[in-house]
């Protein structure tokens, strides 16, 4: 290679500018990201009083803590604020569907959808879209607490829908407006 060959590895990696976000299993991150999440957990729930006790029970300084806690989030908090689709298979069992509307409600989800298929060997599949703004738990909660009902073999999050940008309401607002 040459001086001027535009191919020469520096061993840096230039960083995204922007808001940039990637999707990483926990096992792949270092150590500090995983002790950052696990301290805002403890002050959550109330285990930790304060910030101080919580990476003292981790083991990271406060100066870690502060540096990486607003870039760290658990993936179901990102859903906060939009639309997500559930997506269950449940027994064929009078008043199963119920307790899951139940669930939801307690959770404070307000449910915009609900779709059954036709039971197949004593299984239904059943979509539910909800709307996170009013949840009363985080949504990995929820999901726990929805695989807990009587009669549901399984709950995964199909697909979320990111709320609107401020702009774009106000844009669609401005077209209701104009069009009535």
């Known amino acids: 290679m040459t001086k001027d060959d535009s191919s020469v590895n520096t061993g840096q990696t230039e960083r ?3 808001a940039t976000y990637y999707l990483v299993e926990a096992r792949a991150l270092p150590d500090v990201f995983l002790r950052v999440m696990r301290a805002k957990e403890l002050i959550a729930s109330g ?3 304060s910030v101080n006790e919580a990476v003292q029970s981790v083991g990271i300084s406060r100066s870690a ?6 870039a760290i989030l658990p993936f179901y908090e990102t859903s906060r604020g939009s639309v997500i689709t559930l ?5 064929n069992l009078p008043g199963v569907l119920a307790a899951i509307t139940t669930q939801l409600a307690a959770g404070g989800a307000n449910v915009l959808t ?6 197949v060997h ?3 599949d059943v979509s539910v879209a909800i709307e996170t703004e009013g949840l009363t738990m ?16 399984s709950c995964q999050m199909l697909a979320r829908t990111l709320p609107q940008s401020p702009q774009r309401q106000q844009r669609e607002k401005q077209g209701e407006v104009a069009g009535r």
């Open 47 to 49: 285990e930790s009083r």
């Open 65 to 70: 803590y502060y540096k990486y806690r607003d």
């Open 87 to 91: 997506v269950f298979a449940i027994e």
């Open 114 to 119: 609900i779709h059954q298929g036709l039971p």
């Open 16 to 18: 995204p500018t922007g």
């Open 138 to 153: 985080e949504v990995g909660q929820l999901l726990a607490a929805l695989e807990r009902v009587a009669g549901v073999h």
């Open 122 to 124: 004593g299984l239904a």
